[in-house]
Each structure stands twice: as structure tokens, then as C-alpha cells.
């Protein structure tokens, strides 16, 4: 099964060809899961540069498209080094084919840091390859040659070539070894670093089919597919004759599914000649569901339940400094507190849909998938077929978050294809969506912290209550012993404890981060107002002297300088300090995640229990260069609006053992006319450049409540904020 590669080698194969057409192909490949070092690329036609004859250059984007802004900034690195004319440059999704592209997941903030260095190596691979063609037509030396977008000159300004009437010729040379290149020199940069448009903008404004949700093919049926409240629960009675009678249906059949929730599960699909007709039918059925065990567990339940296991205790230590109970007893002051946040749904706006056709034991996918492969090999598992007889289509996704990291919705599509033997498109309602997601899992901390007398944090404790058995934790509900303030404070234990749980689980944007950064800088401040230190200055005095905290290229290390720098531009550019009327308070919280440092400042105003965000300020850190500054922008506000509406009202309970909430009339998200302006600003520092689609979140949060308790001196301690300051 292909994981997320954290750290994959840089080592690039490479294989030149001519295009169809002529013109100059590259195709290189990044040592993957499937393919053994040393092998070479076997299908020169998936090239990631496609040069034409008119100077057209063709580069394809190999991660999936989630709204990240991938499928830009990445052709911006090879449009750069390769030295073209940006509005020369065409975008194109490629294939999903592993062995031609590597890893082509998108998730964890890792596309930036992952691609930043091979996919410059490609760009400059074509250059040498287009200038040593122009060095052979005019009998010269190479050295003596270099580019000017979309040409090659020699030094000597007396002759030039464009890349297309270079492109024939350059695609018949060996390629030289990346190792041997010199990438740019950053102020040389024309592309990287200047905002650009998102290469899909115009097509969205005016319609034009992008998304899984508009895939269209020959002879293709609509799907629905109706499962049980109770995760994993099966059909114990249905009568499919009142769905079999509504007009345009043609199959209406149940599936006994298996038990493992990211998988096939059981239930009753209906398939029609036209979504509509689909659901009309499903409509139309009465189903009985069996019994299952965990139908009688509940929010309510979990809820009692870690407060049980609070007052007994831990299951584990996961990691102990110093003696945080010697520290405690001695303290001049002590601060306790619970903390806890709910299940969360990823609630993507395109809800989750897959087109498939199954002929002759082969099966082609159309899919707004994540993590296409790990979808491949479910797919295969589910129907008994070779990987290799699963052909994958990305498609642009319509919000991700981590939903599309899991592959469900591909497999029931492949499943139903099996089935009928024709085309079909399967499509979720938005209430299948929100009811059988992987979500956010909930969490219980409970928190105490010592002080000296001059205000010093001298301990920290934490017994965090989540989901699990045993050793093993629910997907998405682990967290590390290194926690902030590890490495902070002399005296530190975190400790845990794990209940069952039947509801299925999974990484939701920032995955645990988004909840403990809520957590622990939402304590932080509280001990800092104990402590009688001003929320900025406490966390100054915390971080104290730039240093690395944990092992190095470890994720739960991080360094304090950096982390001081942001906090430092993001309580500038918010004016922290300065007065403010009653009932307006501000609040900063800052975190490190996904290899981002980012601290946010939001300022709300709270009159009558009427809560209005008025502004944020976030300053982030991703390291030396940002790509595509647009992008960038985009992906911090868009963040720190997630976070706040998030908190604001977003919860998914559990009754009898199923979400209650079933679509944004229940579920709300945050509407344009509450959204706060989000002020941005970035700090660079000399480390190579890392995502921005999570790191910007868990620190809103944390600074919005923060701020209500600026604004009226009352504490949220448990998410949503719903009602609490009624």
C-alpha cells in the first residue's frame, strides 16, 4: 500500500522523447513504493514538459488539485528553472501513474516540501537540454550560450532561438544528470515568488467541468447508495419492489459489505437512469437494519466516560521530565483545567462522488481522490482484480481537508460498475456525507500547571483522554509525548488514556493539531493571566533563547526563535497592547505543525452575548521562499477562516450509535458576512520551503477564544463556542 512520503529521495530518472506532433518531451520519476530504485521511467508519453514547435510549453501537475493551489505552484517551479514565458505556459493534470510520477497523494502539507528541489531539477534539465541543441545547430560551444524566456542566446547577443524551433532536436540528446546542474540563484527568480493566478480560476468562473461531480461517459447510470445510521451496521429486512417501480430505475439490490468502516459496507443501492430517478427509488424503500454493537454508544456517553477515566489513573505515560509532582506541591500558584473538543465533519463542499466503468475485469475510476493509490489497492482488494487492471482519473476536488484521503466512495462505485456491468456515476447526498464521514475525533484534556512566585511556569501536566484499545489508538486520535511546552518547562508529563469507539475516524486538516492547538494555547493563556503576565510576553518568556526543541527532523521538534518571530510580526501588525473598548478584547495563540510556524491575533467585540470576529492577523514562517504569493495568501486566510468557524459552531454528536447532524442547516459554516478580514504576513528564515494548507489553522482557534476572554473575562474551555456566551 503507498504511504505519504514524508522524506522521499531526490533522485530523478529521466527519459527524453519526441513528441507527437514534434516538440520535446521530459518524463522523469521519482523513486516510488512501486517502482525499484534504479528502474526507469516505462512510459515516456506521462512527461511532466511538453515543448510544442510554437514555443507552447505544456507542464503537467502531478498532485491532486484539493483547492491548495498545487497544480499551479508547482508547474511554476519547472516554468522557472526551465527559463520560459509564464503566459507561454499551459497546465495540465497528469495521470496517476506511479511509476511515471512518484507520489501523487495530496496531504500533511507535504507537496512543497516534497517536490521543491526535483521539481526545479526537471525545469533545468530541459534547459541544458534545449541550450545544448542550440550549441550543436550553430556549431558552439555551450558554455558560451544561455536563456532568455523562451529563447536561447549566445552571450554575445548576436543570435537566438526559440525553444520550439529548438524542441525536435533537443528531444533526441541525453539527458545530463540533475546532480550536475546548477539550480537558479534566487534573485534571478521571474516566476517563483510572484503571485499567480490559480491556473483553474477561469474555468470555475464560467462553469466548465473540473470537478468529479461533472464527470459524464458513454452509457453511464446514476447511483445512490443507502447505508446504515449505525456504522457498519447491516440490511436486515428491505423490500426493493416500491424502488424497482419508480420510473427510470434499473437496479435496486443490497450489499452485504464487510466490516471494516473504510471499506465496503453494507446497504441498498439504486441505479437510474438519472441521479433523480435514484434517489426517488432509495426514497421509496423501507429498510430494517440489524442490530450492531456499537449502536448504543453516544456523545453523552464518551463524554461521561472520560470523565471517569479522568479520576483514575492514566492508561499510559508517554512522557515524563523532571517531577511535575514535586514541582506542584512547591508552586506558588497552581491553574487547573478540562479541556475537551467534539467529532468534527470535513464537510466538503462537492460532496463525495466516483465514476467508474468495470468491462472485462478491468476497471476504469474517475475520482476526486487524495490518495489515488491507496484507492487502487482497495479497489483491487474489494474486487478481487490486479492493481494493474485499475486505471485512475484525477479530477479536481471540491474541497478535500483529508476526506478524500480515505477511498470509500471509489469502491462502492467500482462495486456498483461490477454489479449492473455499464458505466455508473456514484453520488452522495449531503447527508450521506455528513453522516458517514471519517471524522475529526473528539478529545478530553485535563490540564494543570505550577507557577513560582515570579510568575515562572516551573510544570505542566496533561492526562489527554481519547479513543483506542489498548496500545493502539483510533485512526487520527494519537498524539506525541512532545507537546508544547515540552522542552519549555522543567517539569513535564503527558499522560493518556483510551476508550472504544465505533465511529470511524480520520485526518481532518491539521490532523490533532487543530484540536491541541486549541488545548494547549488555550491553557497557555489562562496560566498566563495567572500568572498576571501579559499573553505575549508570557509566551516570550516561555520560548526564551532561539533554540531546537526535540530531535532534530523530528515532528514533534520545533525552534523557538522562529516561533518567537512570528509571534513578534503577528503582535505588531495587530497592535497588541494598545486599549481597547469594552467588550473588545484581542487574543494571540501561536503553534508549529506540518513544519509551519504561523501565530494568529484575532480581535473580537462581545455585546449582549453577541460574539463579532472583527479581524485576524496571522505571521507565518514556511521557510525562505514563498512560491506563489497569491496561493499562499489564499491558503493562510483560508485556514485561519476554517479554524474560526470551526469554533465558532461546528460539532458532530453521536446518539445511538449515529451523527445527528445531517447537513449546514445543523452543521454551519462560517458565511461571508461573519468572515473577519485576515491581515497575512510572512516571515522568511533560511530553511528550505515547506505547505501552507494546514499550519495556519490551529492557532485561530486558541486566539479567538482567547480574545473573547480579553473582550468579557470568560473562559471557553470546550469547542464549539455554540451558546456559551449567552
Known amino acids: 500500500m503507498t504511504a505519504i512520503l514524508e522524506n522521499p529521495a531526490r533522485r530523478l530518472f529521466l527519459k527524453t522523447g519526441a513528441a507527437a506532433g514534434g516538440g520535446l518531451l521530459l518524463s522523469f520519476s521519482l523513486p516510488g513504493p512501486v517502482q525499484a530504485q534504479g528502474e526507469a ?45 509564464w503566459s507561454a505556459v499551459r497546465i495540465e493534470q497528469a495521470p496517476v501513474d506511479a511509476k511515471v510520477f512518484g507520489e501523487q497523494s495530496a496531504g500533511g502539507s507535504t507537496s ?29 560551444p555551450a558554455a558560451g550560450l544561455t536563456t532568455e524566456p523562451g ?33 537558479k540563484d534566487p534573485k534571478a527568480y ?85 441521479w433523480w430517478a435514484a434517489r426517488k427509488g432509495r426514497n421509496a424503500l423501507e429498510v430494517t437494519w440489524a442490530d450492531h454493537p456499537t449502536s448504543a454508544q453516544s456523545s453523552a456517553g464518551f463524554v461521561a466516560k472520560a470523565a471517569e477515566l479522568h479520576g483514575q489513573p492514566p ?3 508517554l512522557k515524563t521530565v523532571g517531577d511535575v509532582d514535586a514541582a506542584l506541591k512547591g508552586a506558588a500558584k497552581v491553574v487547573r483545567a478540562d479541556y475537551s473538543y467534539p467529532f468534527n465533519a470535513h464537510a466538503t463542499l462537492e460532496p463525495q462522488n466516483c465514476t467508474a466503468s468495470f468491462k472485462d475485469g478491468k476497471v476504469e475510476i474517475w475520482a476526486p481522490a487524495q490518495n489515488p493509490e491507496d484507492g487502487r489497492e482497495l479497489v483491487a482488494k474489494t474486487l478481487g482484480i490486479r492493481p494493474e487492471d485499475i486505471t485512475i482519473h484525477f479530477t479536481r476536488s471540491g474541497g478535500g481537508f483529508g476526506r478524500r484521503l480515505m477511498n470509500d466512495f471509489m469502491v462502492e462505485a467500482a462495486w456498483i460498475s461490477k454489479t449492473v456491468g455499464v458505466p455508473v456515476k456514484l453520488l452522495w447526498t449531503r447527508e450521506d456525507d455528513m453522516q458517514h464521514d471519517f471524522y475529526r475525533p473528539a478529545g478530553f484534556h485535563r490540564l494543570t500547571a505550577g507557577l513560582d512566585a515570579q510568575g515562572g511556569l516551573t510544570a505542566w501536566r496533561n492526562h489527554f483522554v481519547t479513543f483506542g484499545e489498548g496500545e493502539r489508538f483510533a485512526r487520527a486520535a494519537n498524539i506525541g509525548g512532545a507537546q508544547f511546552p515540552y522542552g519549555a518547562v522543567e517539569n513535564y508529563v503527558q499522560d493518556v488514556s483510551v476508550m472504544p469507539l465505533g465511529v470511524p475516524t480520520g485526518w481532518l486538516r ?97 455585546a449582549d452575548g453577541s460574539l463579532t470576529v472583527r479581524k485576524a492577523w496571522a505571521a507565518a514562517d514556511v521557510g525562505r521562499q514563498i512560491v506563489n504569493p497569491n496561493g499562499a495568501e489564499q491558503q493562510v486566510q483560508g485556514s485561519v477562516l476554517d479554524g474560526i468557524g470551526s469554533a465558532l459552531g461546528q460539532a458532530i454528536t453521536i446518539e445511538n450509535g449515529a451523527v445527528v447532524q445531517s447537513n449546514f442547516g445543523d452543521f454551519p459554516m462560517l458565511r461571508l ?17 515547506t505547505g501552507l494548507g494546514e499550519p495556519a489553522l490551529p492557532p485561530a482557534p486558541a486566539a479567538l477564544v482567547n480574545a473573547i476572554f480579553a473582550a468579557t473575562g470568560k473562559r471557553i474551555r470546550a469547542l464549539p463556542i455554540g451558546d456559551q456566551l449567552a
Request: proline letters at 7%; hydrophobic letters at 45%; a neutral charge.
Open 41 to 85: 521511467s516505462a512510459n515516456p508519453f506521462s512527461a511532466f514538459v511538453r515543448i510544442g514547435p510554437d514555443g507552447v510549453v505544456t507542464i503537467a501537475a502531478k498532485r491532486p488539485e484539493i483547492g491548495q493551489g498545487i497544480k499551479t505552484s508547482m508547474p511554476m517551479l519547472i516554468a522557472e528553472e526551465l527559463d520560459v514565458d
Open 673 to 689: 458576512a461573519d468572515a473577519p478580514d485576515v491581515e497575512v504576513h510572512f516571515v522568511t528564515s533560511d530553511n528550505p520551503p
Open 510 to 606: 491539521a490532523p490533532g493539531n487543530n484540536a491541541y492547538g486549541f488545548v494547549f494555547q488555550g491553557f497557555t493563556d489562562e496560566v498566563a493571566h495567572a500568572a498576571g503576565a501579559d499573553p505575549v510576553e508570557f509566551r516570550r518568556k516561555l520560548l526564551g533563547e532561539p533554540r531546537l526543541i526535540g530531535e532534530p527532523g523530528k515532528g514533534d521538534s520545533f525552534h523557538t526563535g522562529r516561533m518567537r518571530a512570528v509571534l513578534d510580526r503577528a503582535a505588531e501588525a495587530s497592535g497588541w497592547g494598545r486599549k481597547t473598548p469594552k467588550g473588545v478584547g484581542l487574543g494571540v495563540a501561536c503553534h508549529y505543525s506540518h513544519r509551519g510556524y504561523v501565530a494568529v491575533v484575532v480581535e473580537v467585540a462581545v
Open 151 to 183: 529563447f536561447v542566446v549566445d552571450k554575445m547577443g548576436k543570435r537566438r532561438l526559440s525553444y520550439g524551433e529548438l524542441a525536435q532536436a533537443a528531444a533526441g540528446l541525453a539527458a545530463p544528470d540533475p546532480k550536475t546542474l546548477v539550480l
Open 190 to 274: 521571474r516566476i517563483i515568488g510572484k503571485p499567480q493566478p490559480q491556473s483553474d480560476t477561469a474555468a470555475i468562473v464560467v462553469g466548465k467541468p473540473l470537478y468529479g461531480i461533472d464527470v459524464r461517459v458513454p452509457g453511464m447510470l446514476y447511483a445512490t447508495f443507502l447505508k446504515a445510521p449505525v456504522f457498519a451496521a447491516k440490511v436486515a429486512r428491505v423490500d426493493l419492489a416500491p424502488a424497482k417501480a419508480v420510473k427510470g430505475v434499473r437496479h435496486a439490490f443490497v450489499v452485504d459489505g464487510g466490516s471494516e468502516l473504510e471499506g465496503l459496507l453494507g446497504g441498498v443501492v439504486v441505479v437510474a437512469d438519472s
Open 112 to 140: 512543497t516540501p516534497d517536490d521543491w528541489e526535483p521539481m526545479r531539477q526537471v525545469g533545468a534539465v530541459g534547459r541544458a537540454l534545449l541550450i545544448q541543441a542550440a550549441a550543436q545547430r550553430w556549431g558552439v
Open 315 to 317: 492508561h499510559r505515560n
